[in-house]
């Protein structure tokens, strides 16, 4: 958890200092729209998150109304948490332990009605691949059909009729033990509808995950699902817009971005990346980030020319949600556990594309044609020189 003098939250800091016309202005300016469109909570939800330590927000996303097509109404849930006992204990009560605070914030989601909930990237586990140390980390590998992640998620999916992604680290035993980073989508009926492997993978700072895994090859699946279109953009592919720009021409209406990144890297970029993708491919992306400081048993070292340390430094949260056409929530708390939810009516995808025609406009035959001379080891450049 953070500690007492860190920053709450970014977005209450400048709410709380602002008021009337100068609140309205910066609402209008910085989110998109002037209300945040807040959804009420139920009393009883408030309670049991305050109880047991974690946040919860929700705001609604409408659209105009159409004459041919009824609204498409859904609401999406992404959780932020920090680990749930130190990593030194043994992996199963390590997994256990944050299996039973996720129960309670699924429960939560659940009585709030939502329709698909995303987890955070390797939600099961400590974000331990700064260490480089196999044992014990990769005996939290498991497997993406009938892990324990997957058997304990899929009993909530169906007792709550609910779609859950679930980002974790895998172990393909039929593929030679191969370990992935990888986001299953398991549906309302507790079926595994499919996975989506991390498609770039991070060599910065203490992320020192190419020592467990390589780039994903599973391309850029959209998964057809009761409640929409969706896809997932594992973390570190959000700073490769390609990355994005696929999922939107696969269709995807909802992308989400369950990551894991600290503050000091990354945190000035963060409001920017997930908004960003949502406005160039007119879909909502949901971006989510762990919370807490994960301390580990041993010294390790960065590429960066950090003293070794054991401390992977503050998780910052904030996770929020943007729709098409740019506006966004607030984000969660930057240190505590939280259950964000945002009702989405869909149809603004297609409004925001018939409105901007950015999908129209992109050139995709311009940049195949330049990228496809761009990758050959002998491409120059197209620079015209000085005199
Ligand atoms: N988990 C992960 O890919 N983190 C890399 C750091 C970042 O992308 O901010």
């Not at 998150?49 to 849930?77: C, D, L, M, T």
């Not at 256990?96 to 586990?125: H, Y």
């Not at 990888?182 to 910065?204: D, F």
């Not at 044609?369 to 002998?378: I, Q």
């Amino acid at each position: 958890m953070g500690t007492a003098s860190e920053l709450q939250s970014l977005d209450k800091l400048v709410s709380n200092a602002l008021s009337g016309q100068d609140l309205q202005e910066f609402n209008r300016i910085h989110y998109g729209r002037i209300s945040n469109h807040e959804l009420e909570i139920k009393k009883n939800n408030i309670l049991f998150g305050n109880e047991n330590h974690f946040e919860i927000a929700a705001y609604k996303f409408p659209a105009n109304k159409e004459e041919i097509r009824k609204p498409r109404i859904v609401k999406a849930g992404v959780i932020q948490n920090s680990i749930a006992i130190p990593t030194d204990q043994p992996v199963t009560k390590q997994r256990c332990a944050i299996f039973e605070k996720i129960r309670k914030i699924i429960e939560t989601a659940a009585d709030e009605g939502v329709n698909i909930l995303c987890l955070q990237e390797a939600w099961s586990m400590p974000f331990a691949f700064c260490t480089r140390e196999k044992q014990p980390w990769c005996e939290f590998a498991e497997s993406a059909l009938d892990g324990p992640s997957t058997l304990f998620l899929k009993e909530l999916a169906i007792k709550y009729g609910m779609i859950i992604i679930s980002p974790i680290l895998e172990r393909d035993e039929v593929h030679g033990d191969t370990i992935w980073n990888t986001a299953v989508v398991i549906n309302e009926m507790g079926k595994v509808i499919g996975k989506h492997r991390k498609n770039h993978i991070p060599r910065v700072g203490d992320f020192n995950e190419s020592t467990y895994y390589f780039e994903g090859n599973t391309g850029h699946p959209v998964f057809e699902t009761s409640f929409g279109k969706i896809a997932v953009n594992i973390c570190y592919g959000r700073h490769h817009p390609l990355n994005w720009l696929m999922f939107g021409i696969n269709g995807a209406e909802i992308v989400f971005n369950p990551s894991a990144t600290v503050a000091g890297l990354s945190e000035h970029l963060w409001a920017v990346e997930a908004r960003n993708a949502a406005i160039a491919n007119s879909y909502f992306t949901c971006a989510i980030n762990r919370v807490g400081t994960e301390k580990f048993p041993n010294e390790f070292t960065s590429g960066d020319g950090k003293t070794a340390h054991k401390e992977f430094g503050h998780f910052y949260g904030s996770s929020y949600i943007t729709a098409p056409d740019g506006s966004r929530t607030p984000g969660l708390s930057r240190v505590k556990d939280g259950l964000l939810i945002a009702e989405l009516d869909l149809n603004l995808c297609r409004q925001i594309k018939d409105k901007w025609g950015f999908g129209m406009t992109q050139r995709l035959d311009l940049y195949v044609n330049s990228l496809s001379k761009a990758v050959n080891h002998d491409f120059e450049p197209q620079v015209v020189p000085r005199d």
